[in-house]
């Protein structure tokens, strides 16, 4: 299975017209075909020095396969919210984990 995590900054001056926006478009990148699970959400109140929570939203998506992943990355959803929402951020970190 490859576990793709994404981490979005986004910038403060955002409406909730935009926030909205923004939720609803990483809502359909949960239902691509290629996802096997999709979750998006805001940092967790969990407060240690080993949580890094600064972000403004995370996505949680599992592929079967790297292949599935690849496809997604070049699928209509996920590049339709790219072109949509790349203005809403400061900055995107991505973690991607092949599972054993």
């Known amino acids: 299975m490859h576990a793709h995590n994404v981490y979005f900054w986004l910038k403060n001056d955002l409406t909730p017209g935009d926030l909205s926006a923004f939720e609803q478009g990483l809502q359909a990148l949960t239902h691509d075909p290629a996802v096997k699970f999709g979750y998006y ?3 967790a109140d969990t407060h240690r020095e080993v949580v890094e929570n ?46 054993i």
């Open 41 to 43: 959400g805001r940092p």
């Open 54 to 99: 600064s972000y403004t939203y995370g996505l949680l998506l599992l592929f079967d396969d790297l292949t599935a992943h690849d496809q997604y990355q070049q699928g209509a959803a996920h590049l339709k919210f790219v072109e949509a929402h790349a203005s809403k951020w400061v900055r995107v970190v991505v973690h991607d984990i092949q599972t």
